[in-house]
């Protein structure tokens, strides 16, 4: 089992930022891959970023150039830094955690970001 805990979320102005951050613990395998995914209200949970193990990232669309994800293995923790909030980056942010043999998904209890215009 592996446990996620997330924290960094908030209330931001249009144009501000925030750094999220998720934290790994319990049976740990390699190789995995970690990420952030975010559910508005009425909408389908969307992939924002991912990064496996060695540093190999992946955004959606409409993050690119503004958000960047990072980890730190010593930690098992991955951020995601986020520049430029557009109120349509308001949701829930989840983190994930995929491992990547015998293919399996953990999820953290998700963390509010709010973005006012």
């Known amino acids: 089992q592996v446990q996620l805990v997330e924290s960094g979320g908030g209330l931001v102005q249009a144009g501000g930022s925030l750094r999220l951050s998720c934290a790994a613990s319990?049976?740990?395998?390699?190789?995995?891959?970690m990420g952030w995914y975010r559910q508005a209200p009425g909408k389908q949970r969307e992939l924002v970023a991912t990064?496996?193990?060695?540093?190999?990232?992946n955004y959606a669309d409409a993050v690119k150039g503004r958000f960047t994800i990072s980890r730190d293995n010593a930690k098992n923790t991955v951020y995601l830094q986020m520049n430029s909030l557009k109120p349509e980056d308001t949701a829930v942010y989840y983190c994930?955690?995929?491992?990547?043999?015998?293919?399996?998904?953990?999820w953290g209890q998700g963390t509010q970001v709010t973005v006012s215009s």
């Open positions: 994930n955690h995929r491992r990547l043999i015998k293919l399996w998904d953990y």
């Open positions: 990064i496996t193990i060695d540093g190999s990232t």
């Open positions: 319990g049976t740990i395998f390699s190789p995995n891959s």
